[in-house]
């Protein structure tokens, strides 16, 4: 399982980024834990909500899906 990101995150980003903004992404606390990995073959991934912070503002990017296990390892997120 890679990192999923909903549509309304990739979208959020293109705009931002289309208007040359600069984003930090801030990723919060996991709203939902437990969920099937079929990489690991275990209940090991979470969703996570984002966040966009730039100089005009906060925006909420929507939710990635991430394992616990191998994501954390350092694998590259992608969207």
């Excluded at 990995?37 to 979470?46: L, P, R």
């Excluded at 100089?55 to 394992?67: E, I, N, S």
Aim: proline share 1%; aromatic share 6%; charged share 20%.
């Amino acid at each position: 399982m890679a990192v999923q990101t909903d549509d309304s995150t990739v979208t959020q980003i293109a705009e931002c980024v289309s208007r040359g903004e600069h984003l930090t992404i801030a990723v919060d606390a996991a709203i939902e834990v437990g969920l099937w990995c079929s990489e690991c073959h275990d209940h090991v991934a979470v969703i996570y909500p984002v966040h966009g912070l730039s100089d005009t503002g906060v925006y909420d990017l929507g939710t990635v899906t991430a394992c616990t296990v191998h994501d954390a390892r350092g694998r590259t997120w992608s969207c």
